[in-house]
């Protein structure tokens, strides 16, 4: 693994190599968008009915628990420069009966690398991945939103790739041996999914060395979403009545990269549900290219939340 290629992915997890299905990888998530620093005994409930409502999927309970004892048994692989790891994700799950609830104890050494992983996450893209009905749908989209802010991803050498999204088995070999099955089963149903349910519109180009096809890059670039995504992704802890606890840190975190440092804004925004809701919202504006401001873009949330005046230009005697 490059330096700089660590210092893109800012997490060893999404390049890790481990195979989930789709119902994993929607667990995955969720559990992802519940994580809070403060959570010591690094215990955390998933709500199926909500895990429902944001996925529009039903969850069969024996599926459930097939999913995570495959889960809680299978090793993720990270590897860096100077070290191979081997780390396992749950110490313990228990399901409450009756309660729709699943309360997993995470292992203390998968901590690190899933708060990195949720830092690489705003809400909204969280309730992308979720919506995304393919494994390696969302597998793609996690590899894209790495390089949105660059246009294009870094190229990937093809058996790399499919080893990444599980497509080569412990012995090496190809589940998807045709190219076109890996283009249509595999590459286009993933672009499809992601341009339709996510900020993210991405494209891909297959470089062949001689006659074999040996690279893959993909193009990033954001767009509008065509449907409204809920603020509705967890916390049962708040600190401000009617904001949960991921919105608020998500603010939090947006106004750092915004440069907001007055106590007295941050004070009077992180206070109110109403300014929490409107810095996620306008971040996702930004991103997405619906508000357009490259030179202050901190200043004009300013003045869209009421903070300070907008600057006018004098009259012209």
């Known amino acids: 693994m490059s330096k700089d290629l660590e210092i893109r992915q800012h997490n060893a997890l999404t390049n890790a190599r481990y195979e989930y299905s789709e119902l994993q990888l929607d667990l995955l998530f969720f559990l992802i968008s519940k994580l809070r620093k403060d959570q010591q005994d690094r215990v ?7 895990l429902s409502l944001l996925t529009g999927k039903k969850y069969n309970a024996a599926y459930l628990h097939k999913a995570t004892a495959d889960m809680g048994s299978r090793v993720f692989e ?41 830092e690489n996450f705003t809400s909204y893209e969280l309730a992308s991945a979720l919506r995304l009905t393919s494994k390696y749908a969302k597998r793609i989209y996690q590899y894209c939103s790495q390089w949105k802010d660059q246009g294009e991803t870094k190229k990937y050498d093809i058996q790399d790739f499919k080893m990444m999204l599980g497509l080569l088995d412990d012995k090496g070999k190809d589940k998807a041996i045709r190219m076109s099955d890996f283009r249509e089963s595999v590459l286009d149903v993933a672009v499809k999914q992601i341009n339709e349910h996510t900020e993210l519109h991405i494209s891909y180009k297959l470089e062949k060395r001689v006659r074999t096809y040996k690279n893959i890059v993909f193009t990033v670039k954001s767009q509008a979403l065509a449907e409204t995504i809920p603020f509705d992704l967890v916390a049962t802890t708040q600190d401000v009545p009617g904001v949960q606890q991921s919105h608020f840190d998500n603010a939090a975190r947006i106004l750092d990269e915004l440069r907001i440092t007055d106590a007295k804004h941050r004070q009077t925004i992180l206070a109110s549900a109403a300014h929490v809701a409107e810095v996620n919202r306008y971040n996702h504006d930004l991103k997405t290219g619906k508000v357009k401001a490259s030179r202050n873009p901190g200043g004009l949330l300013l003045v869209r939340l009421g903070l300070v005046a907008a600057k006018t230009s004098p009259p012209v005697a």
């Open 44 to 50: 955390y409930e998933l709500n199926i009915k909500d």
């Open 78 to 118: 990270v590897q860096t420069e100077t070290r191979y790891r081997q780390l396992w994700m749950f110490q313990r799950v228990d399901y409450l009966l009756g309660q729709g609830i699943i309360e997993i104890k995470l292992t203390e050494d998968i901590t690190p690398y899933l708060f990195d992983l949720k």
